[in-house]
């Protein structure tokens, strides 16, 4: 695939405890992503990059935070976890023409 | 801000017979990119097909073509010769030019049948 991986892959937490998910490129591509997907949903938007230390906020940005101190890294963080944030969370590559999307394999976050 | 919706939550096939799967979007946007996904129970995203909004001739790719009609916001998804590994939940999604932020439908899942 495109080089991005995600970690960790599967995560069962708490409410109220803080969670960060890490999102990994060797591709070198300047924006970033990150999505989550509930059952009869799409992919929504949580917040994206476009390059380091550049980031922005997508349409459900509430309780999340990101981070991207280096091109090939970029983290998502729950600063206190809620039920609600139970479910499937993809990372993303973008090309700077804006063209395309490459996905990362998904990580499946349980909040109890 | 844009809009994608899928009208078909499900759908099935005969195996080997075409199916044709909705989209319709909403933009105030001149250029721009449509995209249908395929993500099997694997739950990997795996891009299917791409239109790009200035070209008229529609996209295709081995069974799979589109039908789009830019006056009507209207981005189709036409599956041949339907396979069994076609099985999967498809999306149809929305893209923006440089920053690349994408609007997603909610999904159908296409079942095909032996």
């Known amino acids: 695939d495109a080089g991005i991986t995600q970690s960790p892959r599967h995560k069962v937490t708490e409410t109220g405890t803080p969670v960060t998910l890490r999102c990994h490129q060797t591709?070198?591509?300047?924006?970033m992503y990150w999505y989550r997907q509930d059952p009869g949903h799409g992919l929504r938007l949580i917040h994206y990059s476009y390059g380091v230390k550049d980031t922005d906020k997508g349409e459900v940005s509430d309780g999340y935070s990101v981070s991207r101190s280096k091109t090939e890294d970029f983290l998502l963080t729950l600063e206190s976890a809620t039920s609600s944030q139970t479910s499937v969370y993809f990372c993303?590559?973008?090309?700077?023409?804006?063209?395309?999307?490459?996905f990362g394999p998904g990580t499946r976050l349980t909040v109890l | 801000a844009q809009t994608v919706t899928q009208s078909q939550p499900e759908m099935s096939v005969q195996e080997a017979e075409t199916v044709t799967l909705s989209c319709t979007y909403d933009?105030?946007?001149?250029?721009?990119?449509l995209f249908w996904y395929k993500q099997p129970p694997s739950r990997q995203m795996i891009l299917v097909i791409r239109q790009e909004a200035y070209k008229q001739q529609n996209a295709t790719e081995n069974r799979f073509s589109v039908n789009f009609q830019k006056a009507a916001k209207s981005f189709s998804l036409k599956i041949s010769d339907s396979q069994l590994g076609d099985t999967a939940m498809y999306f149809c999604?929305?893209?923006?030019?440089?920053?690349?932020?994408?609007?997603f439908g909610d999904g159908t899942t296409l079942t095909v049948k032996p």
């Open positions: 993303a590559l973008g090309t700077s023409g804006g063209n395309e999307q490459f």
């Open positions: 933009t105030s946007e001149s250029n721009y990119y």
């Open positions: 999604a929305f893209m923006t030019p440089n920053a690349g932020k994408s609007t």
């Open positions: 591709e070198n591509h300047r924006y």
